[in-house]
C-alpha cells in the first residue's frame, strides 16, 4: 500500500521545522515517488504544493513571504514536469494573504499547475465564523472558478488557534452562494 507521501524544498523543510528525524529515510524525488506507484500499479498521483506554509500566522514571519511562495509553487511545477503524463500538480497558498489571487492567477498559467488550487484552512487560520474570512474565501473559490482549477480543501480549523469546528463551520461552505453554484 503506498502511504501519502510528501515533498518538501530544503526552504519549506526549514520553515515548517521538521524533524530531522522524520525526514530521515524520506527519499524527496520524484524519480523516487515514481518507481513507488509503478510498485503499486498506480498510474497517475497529485503533487499537492505546500506554499501556503509560508503564510501560516502560526509559525514565525517568513522573510519576502510571497516570493517563498512562488519559490515553492514553482518547484512544485518542475517536479510535476518531470512526469508529465503521470503526475499532476496543485498550487497552493493561504487564502487571506494579499497576493491570494495574484498567485492563484499566476497559477492557472502554468502547465503544470493549472488544474488545481490546495488551501488548507487551518495552516491559513482561516475561521470560518469570520465574515470577512468567509468573504475572502469566497473571492478564492470565484477566481479558481473562473480559471477552471479544481479545489482541494483541507477544511480543519487552526488547532493552534483553538478554532472552533463542526457543523455550522463545515457548513458555511455549503451555505455560501457565488456565482455559478456554491463556494
Known amino acids: 500500500m503506498l502511504n501519502h507521501n510528501r515533498f518538501w524544498t ?3 523543510t526549514s520553515l515548517a521545522q521538521l524533524s530531522r528525524n522524520c525526514l530521515r529515510g524520506l527519499n524527496r524525488s520524484t524519480q523516487a515517488i515514481s518507481s513507488r506507484l509503478d510498485s503499486a500499479a498506480i498510474r497517475r498521483a497529485l503533487v499537492l504544493s505546500v506554499a501556503y506554509q509560508f503564510g501560516n ?22 517536479q ?7 503526475l499532476r500538480g496543485f498550487c497552493s497558498v493561504n487564502p487571506l494573504k494579499d497576493y491570494a489571487i495574484e498567485e492563484l492567477a499566476r497559477c492557472a498559467k502554468d502547465p503544470q499547475l493549472r488544474i488545481g488550487l490546495k488551501l488548507h484552512l487551518g495552516n491559513s487560520d482561516v ?25 482541494a480543501v483541507h477544511m480543519r480549523s487552526s488547532v493552534t488557534r483553538k478554532r472552533r469546528y463542526g457543523e ?13 453554484g456554491r463556494i
Open 10 to 12: 530544503t526552504t519549506s
Open 57 to 78: 500566522p502560526n509559525k514565525p514571519a517568513v522573510e519576502d513571504e510571497y516570493a517563498q511562495v512562488k519559490t515553492e509553487n514553482d518547484w512544485t511545477s518542475r
Open 80 to 86: 510535476v514536469a518531470r512526469f508529465p503524463d503521470r
Open 127 to 151: 475561521d470560518l465564523d469570520n465574515p470577512q474570512h468567509v468573504e475572502q474565501l469566497r473571492r478564492v473559490f470565484r477566481a479558481a472558478n473562473e480559471h477552471r482549477m479544481a479545489i
Open 168 to 180: 455550522a463551520q463545515a457548513r458555511v461552505l455549503d451555505r455560501a452562494p457565488c456565482r455559478g
